[in-house]
């Protein structure tokens, strides 16, 4: 009996222990980050009629806040341009189950999961008119930086006009 008992506490232990360099393998995102523009690559947007803009012009700041708890983010993301500012906030369940919510002419959905130490965020719109169906989607992958300072963010548009990409990078402020 005694053997059983300590074979059992051993298995726990064990387990305990796989559990907490699991959880610690996630990185942890949390905080206020800043764009850093110089290090992002943003797409073109060809045959748009956007011209370049005025070198006057200042770009918006972007601030981007981050609320890690277990499995769920919460990313509230703030652009300010002058007195102007915009804030939209996503809340990620990073389990890898489909969150699905409703978005413009379709449904929205969400799947974000850890993949070792980075996290990999997809989305699939379908979005629905008259004549058909149109998908896009977009996979994001959100990296750290060994030393923690820095989140990339690399992220692909798919559409039936083709694919985007773009690299993202913030600064921990």
Known sequence: MRRLQRTIGTMTLLLLGVAVVAAQAEPQFAGSWVLDRSQSQFPTHEGRGHGAPSPQAQPAQVTLMVEQHGNTLKVTRTMTMGSRERSMTDTLVTDGSDQTHQGYRGNVVTRAA??????????????????????????????LSPDGRVLT???TFHSPRGDRAMKIVYQRS
């Open 114 to 143: 850890f993949e070792g130490d980075r996290l990999v965020v997809t989305r699939t719109h379908v979005k629905k008119d008259d004549q058909s169906d149109q998908t896009m989607s977009r996979q994001s992958i959100w990296t």
């Open 153 to 155: 963010i690399d992220t």
